[in-house]
């Protein structure tokens, strides 16, 4: 059984900044991959940042320069700072990652619960 759990959603003002934290647990080998999507009301879950176990980095056009990615491997933990945060950010924040929870098992995805960024003034 593998857990993300993410935590450091809130409200915050245009301008603004948040760190996200997600911590992955339970039965781990390996992780591939490790990110974060976002869901805001009426649209479709998209993806924010994700960064391999060797550090490659990839970001959607609209927070690129604005959040940042990284990945603490030995923790199994990933983090995404967010920047100059705009109302159009506003969406629950789902980490994600790429799990072997078994060297005799193949990689699965997982998610965690999500937590809510407002950017509001």
């Known amino acids: 059984q593998v857990q993300l759990v993410e935590s450091g959603g809130g409200l915050v003002q245009p301008g603004g900044s948040l760190r996200l934290s997600c911590a992955a647990s339970?039965?781990?080998?390996?992780?591939?991959?490790m990110g974060w999507y976002r869901q805001a009301p009426g649209k479709q879950r998209e993806l924010v940042a994700v960064v391999t176990s060797g550090g490659r980095q990839n970001y959607a056009d609209s927070v690129k320069g604005r959040f940042t990615i990284s990945r603490d491997n030995a923790k199994n933990m990933a983090y995404l700072q967010l920047n100059s945060l705009k109302p159009e950010d506003t969406a629950v924040y789902y980490c994600?990652?790429?799990?072997?929870?078994?060297?005799?098992?193949?990689?699965?995805?997982?998610w965690g619960q999500g937590t809510q960024v407002t950017v509001s003034s």
């Open positions: 994600y990652a790429v799990v072997r929870p078994l060297v005799t098992m193949g990689f699965s995805n997982y």
């Open positions: 339970g039965s781990i080998f390996d992780i591939n991959v």
